[in-house]
């Protein structure tokens, strides 16, 4: 069983439920208290021992380059003025040299598309998989989670969350098999099935661990829903030959992705943080007793 090293983003995405702001910033970079969404995800990836992050970004994507790197100007003014608290922060989220890579999805075809062009800087290992629109919160991360239960089954594992059973048709939803580890067996993939069909309501949330077979398969999979290339295709493929297994996260997930989502991370966030926890909590309830909607 060959060790998960690498992680993708794919960080391509235009963003256009948050428009106007994404106008000239990536959604990425869209703040979550105070930090980047994606610094959140490159954290998880981190703590679950990844090594290389390697980003699928698009047009106009270079500030989460720039994010990444080493800001020189901004390192010796904090320096100069004592701001020690604040530049050790910059230099712990700092990655090291030569772990991160940047590859360009040209064309808008699909979450599959994005992961198929990451394959030359994958290689032939496992790699991790993480919606940066998808931010998680636990004591213990998602992915690290996700990696003890790969070393029990090895293979492929899909982090998975329970949906109301009468939603399954919002979902890719899999089908639950026999128990192993802290995990299940996956039986099937089925892709936003009608609730009376659907296998189970465990649905896929955004983290994976796949093995590098998917590249080959993704490269011939036809263009599916929303005449793009779906990751989920590829993965129904290579359900064929491989198994699949799930880990049930536990924790909170927000899709930031929305507008909703967004809104509803940076309070879960917020009220994590014992510095403005209270502060938070005191303006929630003020402000709902002020605020009234507008027409």
Known sequence: MKRVRKAVFPVAGLGTRFLPATKSIPKEMLTVVDRPIIQYVVDE???????HMIFVTGRSKEVIEDYFDIQMELATSLAEKGKTD??????????????????????????????????ELV????????LPDMIMQAEKGCL???????????????????????????????????????????TGMVE??????????????????LQPEIFKILERTER?????IQLTDGMQTLFQEQSFAAH?????????????????ANIAFA?????????????????????????
């Open 45 to 51: 990836a981190r703590e679950a021992g990844i090594e």
């Open 86 to 119: 604040r530049l050790k922060i910059l230099n712990d989220l700092q990655p090291a040299p030569g772990t991160t890579s940047f590859t360009r999805q040209q064309a808008p075809l699909g979450l599959g598309h994005a992961v198929w062009c990451a394959r």
């Open 123 to 130: 290689g032939d290992e496992p790699f991790a998989l993480l």
């Open 144 to 186: 690290a989670s996700m990696m003890d239960l790969y070393s029990e089954t090895g293979g492929n594992v899909l982090s998975v969350e329970e949906c109301d059973p009468s939603e399954t048709d919002k979902y890719g939803i899999v089908g639950k098999g026999e128990d192993v580890g802290a995990g299940f067996k996956i």
């Open 192 to 209: 936003k099935p009608d609730p009376k069909d659907a296998p189970s309501n465990f649905y896929l949330s955004g983290r994976y661990i």
């Open 224 to 228: 599916g829903a929303g005449n793009e």
């Open 248 to 264: 049930p996260f536990k924790g909170r997930t927000f899709d930031c992705g929305s507008p909703e989502g967004f809104i509803e």
């Open 271 to 295: 009220l994590w943080r014992s510095d403005i926890r209270e502060k938070v909590i005191d303006d929630i309830h003020r402000l709902l007793h002020e605020v009234q909607p507008r027409d």
